[in-house]
């Protein structure tokens, strides 16, 4: 370090000893904020995985959907069969 001539009513030790102090808190600082970081950052990665997995949900979900409606269109065409061939057996029962 170099000596200045400011400040000569404070020894030069004394300043140094204020920076090396003020150095070792910003360090302590420094190793709160990186570990609170990383904190953070695993935080982040796990809501992203429960996003990924409720997207997954969502899209399963909508598949599902899908396919009912397919099921229940599919549905209503064999009731409606079963219907028509009922009132046929129903009619040849009546004609004998």
């Known amino acids: 370090m170099k000596e200045t001539k ?3 009513d404070v020894p030069y030790e004394r300043v140094v000893l204020r920076v090396l102090e003020n ?4 360090q302590t600082k420094l190793t709160r904020f990186q570990k609170k970081v990383k904190e953070q950052g ?4 796990k809501l992203n995985n429960r996003h990924n997995d ?3 949900v969502v899209a399963e979900r909508d598949e599902l959907l899908r396919k009912n ?15 028509y061939f009922n009132s046929e057996v129903s009619k040849l029962e009546t004609d004998k």
């Open 6 to 8: 400011y400040n000569n």
């Open 23 to 26: 150095y070792s808190q910003m």
């Open 42 to 45: 695993e935080l982040l990665n």
């Open 54 to 56: 409720y997207e997954k």
């Open 69 to 83: 409606k397919e099921l229940s269109r599919q549905l209503k065409i064999y009731e409606g069969m079963r219907k």
